[in-house]
């Protein structure tokens, strides 16, 4: 790419960041032109984020199907994705500082209803629910984080999970769905399992 499709690409990019409820400092720099938002006036991203293309980042107003809220989504500060970052927002997702996500992560606050009947799925309202993410947390290459969730602070979650569930505080869990397979020991200062 020549120097001209460079300042188009950067100047694009400045208008989009102007749309955010908030972008902290050192983001600009390292969230990749190619990210596509869709909502940014419903997202805040700390300082010095971090997040390659491809990636999609969805805050859908969900409030002409019957929901009562705007969307919030807030990505804390030294945030780190990896590509194939995806989040769906309608509801709330909060993502703690210093948090490290592997490729291909995906969260999601809303999911569509599952009733048989004369309306298709894809009508039926969304079922949705806040997503908390601590601080300090690393979840592998394909972590799936579903409505509801809580995940606490110095988490781990193993490749390919589903968290379908709260994920306490120092804790390592894994598979599908996700469950608690380590707890940190201050004492020892090692992962034991937990009783």
Known sequence: MGFLG????RHKKKVLFRQFKSVGL??????????????????SLGSNASIPAPASISCIDLRAEGS??????????????????????????????NCLFGPDVLIMDSDHGDAISDVPYQKQCRRSAKVLIGNNVYL????????????????????????THDIPANSKAGGIPAKVLRVWDAKTKTWIKPQ
């Open 26 to 43: 050192g983001t600009f720099e390292h969230v990749s032109s190619g990210v596509s938002f869709i909502g940014p006036e419903f997202c």
């Open 68 to 97: 009562n809220f705007a969307p919030s989504l807030s990505i804390g500060n030294n945030f780190c994705a990896n590509t194939g970052f995806s989040v769906f927002c309608g509801l709330g997702i909060q993502i703690g500082d």
């Open 140 to 163: 592998g290459a394909r972590v799936v984080v579903l409505k509801g969730v809580t995940i606490g602070d110095n988490v781990i979650i193993g490749s390919n999970s589903v968290v």
């Open 6 to 9: 460079k300042i188009k690409r």
